[in-house]
């Protein structure tokens, strides 16, 4: 059974940062891509950063230069460092997992709440 634990998130003033961390468990064919997406309240879930086994990323317009993603294939870790934070990065950030299976299965974390507010 996969499990994404997630770690990270809370409070922090605009301008500030915060770093997420997510830990894939019981992954069977290895990982094809991990990252992060997030949902603010009233919005669709919304692509924030991925990266695939091959090191190619995918970043949403609104966080490039902000965000970056980093990832240990040893731990099956991926980690969001959030720079310069804004209002409107507050959102329920989720991890994502696709496996490397021939469905490309999705995983998803349980989400953590990123609040950015004075």
């Known amino acids: 059974q996969v499990q994404l634990v997630e770690s990270g998130g809370g409070l922090v003033q605009p301008g500030g940062s915060l770093e997420l961390s997510c830990v894939a468990h019981?992954?069977?064919?290895?990982?094809?891509?991990m990252g992060w997406y997030r949902q603010a309240p009233g919005k669709q879930r919304e692509l924030v950063i991925t990266?695939?086994?091959?090191?190619?990323?995918n970043i949403a317009d609104s966080v490039k230069d902000r965000f970056t993603i980093s990832r240990d294939k040893n731990k099956s870790t991926v980690n969001l460092q959030m720079n310069s934070l804004k209002p409107e990065d507050t959102a329920v950030y989720f991890c994502?997992?696709?496996?490397?299976?021939?469905?490309?299965?999705?995983?998803w974390g349980q989400g953590t709440q990123v609040t950015v507010s004075s």
């Open positions: 990266i695939t086994g091959h090191g190619i990323t």
């Open positions: 019981g992954i069977v064919f290895g990982i094809y891509a």
């Open positions: 994502n997992v696709v496996e490397a299976d021939p469905d490309r299965t999705n995983y």
